[in-house]
């Protein structure tokens, strides 16, 4: 059966210690596997237009929030790789693993913004080299004592690591992209691989093989399939042409669950998110649909 997740709003007015701690707690009391939360660092327009500050780091929230559940798996979805260092990385994940008793997973993507870049000053056109050499490093750090590194992008000599992560031989690693660099590097680094609203016909048809192609050349075990879809119930049955997943009746939404199922999905994260901040909800309303859709899915 399907593992059901849902992505914690940890942006906006809403964003505040006691709603995270209440929808970390409504995740765990409700049954769902996994909470994951999202990541930007510079908040430039393009991204405030989209996800409005404040907005709460990753890394330091799951870490705060690990003390307030037991069984419920946190994650990233997704930390953009080129934001920060890979042993600083590779040592933050390591160390929520820990704390959280092997219950971290470490979404990750190369990122969409350019103005966000700009202001890192970083080369917005290389991101995607810059997340390939720093996801081999992140990796060789988790599973090495002393590590050394000498690439495009970043140097450094005979380095300690360290402390292991909970889980061997590191949290588990979701590349997320759909573009077929993307999928290219899910196949070459991830454990899973985790698009974000795809359609079901494109993941059957075009991203599940290339997956599939992508993993047979890099020697690798094809990557689980860990999407990310929607959470927008409706009363009543949504015309099927043009519908999007995740998006309809809570029977169109257990029929989306139930072919991504089939086509061997492990996980499936609800986004209960709007497409425009102006249309965001109370979290008590987002909590009856994921708790609907939940119950159908559990039943």
């Known amino acids: 059966m399907i593992r059901l997740g849902l992505n914690v709003p940890n942006f906006g007015p809403t964003a505040t210690p006691q709603n995270l701690r209440d929808w970390v707690r409504f995740a765990e009391d409700s049954g769902f596997a996994l909470a994951m939360t999202s990541d930007h660092v510079a908040l430039t327009p393009d991204v405030t237009a989209l996800y409005p500050p404040p907005f709460y780091d990753p890394f330091t929230t799951l870490s705060w929030l690990g003390g307030f559940t037991d069984r419920l798996e946190l994650g990233t979805s997704v930390m953009i790789v080129p934001y920060r260092h890979p042993l600083l990385v590779a040592r933050s994940a390591a160390n929520i693993d820990q704390f959280t008793g092997g219950r971290f997973i ?3 993507a190369a990122g969409w913004s350019e103005p966000e ?3 890192l000053g970083l080369p917005f056109r290389e991101r995607g080299r810059i997340t390939d050499e720093y996801l081999a490093a992140m990796i060789d750090a988790w599973t090495s004592d002393v590590v050394s590194h000498d690439g495009a992008y970043i140097s450094y000599r005979e380095v300690s690591t360290g402390p292991r992560s909970a889980r061997s031989p590191h949290p588990p690693l979701w590349v997320g992209g759909a573009s077929p660099a993307a999928i290219r590097r899910a196949a070459r680094f991830g454990d899973a691989w985790h698009p ?21 050349v890099a020697g690798r075990p094809v990557p689980a399939l860990c999407p990310r879809i929607r959470a927008r119930l409706t009363a009543d049955d949504q015309p099927e042409t043009d519908r999007l997943i995740g998006f309809g009746s809570r029977a169109q939404i257990q ?4 072919a991504l199922e089939a086509l061997g999905a492990e996980y499936v994260v609800l986004d209960t998110n709007p497409d425009h901040p102006r249309d965001r909800r109370p979290a008590t309303q987002d909590w009856h649909t994921l708790r609907t859709i939940a119950e159908r899915a559990q039943a």
């Open 106 to 108: 470490l979404g990750v």
């Open 117 to 119: 870049f700009s202001a």
């Open 196 to 216: 974000n609203n795809a359609q079901l016909d494109w993941l059957r048809d075009t991203g599940l093989p290339a997956l599939r192609d992508a993993a047979a």
């Open 255 to 258: 029929a989306d669950l139930d």
